[in-house]
């Protein structure tokens, strides 16, 4: 592990602390990390202003560091293992999406196994959620309807199906509400039509241990016509879900793990 790193670990053993003390002894034996190495970092931060010393060997951080949607290093790698098996299983690009505001934000997203299938989202590729496809309303299905008026104007959402090539089709306010009532309280929703450039979405949504909404989990492809409600979308809803549940069960035991360490922190 380099330097970075081990300082990233100290600030997130800070953060995760709260407002109380920490013992630097704690911080050394939790981390594992020598003493030595950890004076040096305790006096980087503490000459930037990051956190203070007492004389007692007490920290106290002066920061706060967090992110914006939580996955840890573990997750990640499970996140990655999930889209690989995806891909196999169905045949299509496995995509991670988060939201942030009022855009999708592309995470990640595994090559399409056939090259000649063009699809322009990747890692860090943003989208406005009033482009109305499947994961859009799978994620505005999550909010309250009150929340959904006040954040959203209902005027501004848009269809970019291939039915009108590449122009848009703005959509009636009833509409929209319409098309999220009917999805709200699913695992699950996909492009009755293909988008501009031939694309297809199928999609559901992972959730915290709270409830919360994290991410969407999805299935790009160039899925023929007449295959919204079909075979199609019966495997990859399929599929989806399965590789949900196991991402539902990772989190709820990372938690539970965190938890349990927490404890024994605070016993000792």
């Given amino acids: 592990?380099?330097?970075?790193?081990?300082?990233?670990?100290?600030?997130?053993?800070?953060?995760?602390?709260?407002?109380?003390?920490?013992?630097?002894v704690d911080i050394a034996r939790d981390l594992g990390v020598s003493p030595a190495t950890l004076n040096r970092i305790v006096k980087i931060l503490s000459d930037r202003g990051y956190l203070f010393r007492t004389s007692e060997k007490y920290l106290v951080k002066n920061f706060t560091l967090e992110r914006t949607i939580a996955m840890s290093s573990a997750y990640l790698a499970e996140l990655d293992r999930a889209s690989r098996a995806l891909t196999e299983k169905t045949g299509g690009a496995a995509e991670i999406v988060v939201v942030v505001g009022h855009e999708l934000l592309w995470h990640?997203?595994?090559?399409h196994p056939d090259p000649n299938v063009?699809?322009?989202?990747?890692?860090?590729?943003?989208?406005?959620?009033?482009?109305f496809d499947a994961l859009s309303?799978?994620?505005?299905?999550?909010?309250?309807?009150?929340?959904?008026?006040?954040?959203?104007d209902l005027i501004g959402f848009f269809d970019t199906g291939c039915a009108s090539g590449r122009e848009?089709?703005?959509?009636?306010?009833?509409?929209?509400r319409s098309r999220i009532a009917a999805t709200r309280g699913s695992d699950f929703a996909c492009d009755a039509?293909?988008?501009?450039?031939?694309?297809?979405?199928?999609?559901?949504?992972?959730?915290?241990?709270?409830?919360?909404?994290?991410?969407?989990?999805?299935i790009a492809d160039n899925a023929p016509p007449g295959t919204g409600e079909g075979a199609i979308a019966t495997r990859n809803r399929e599929a989806l879900l399965k590789e949900r549940d196991r991402l539902t069960e990772f989190l709820?035991?990372?938690?539970?793990?965190?938890?349990a360490a927490a404890k024994f922190r605070l016993v000792q």
Avoid: C
């Avoid at 990640?108 to 090559?111: A, F, V």
């Fill in 168 to 176: 848009i089709k703005w959509l009636a306010e009833e509409e929209v």
């Fill in 193 to 218: 039509v293909a988008n501009h450039i031939g694309i297809r979405r199928f999609a559901t949504m992972v959730q915290g241990p709270d409830n919360a909404f994290l991410h969407l989990l999805s």
């Fill in 137 to 152: 309303r799978l994620y505005l299905s999550t909010l309250a309807p009150d929340d959904l008026e006040r954040n959203f």
């Fill in 1 to 24: 592990m380099g330097p970075t790193d081990r300082i990233l670990e100290v600030l997130e053993y800070l953060a995760s602390a709260g407002s109380k003390p920490v013992k630097q």
């Fill in 108 to 111: 990640s997203r595994t090559p």
């Fill in 252 to 259: 709820a035991n990372e938690r539970r793990a965190n938890e």
């Fill in 118 to 131: 063009t699809i322009l989202a990747r890692g860090g590729f943003r989208r406005s959620l009033l482009e």
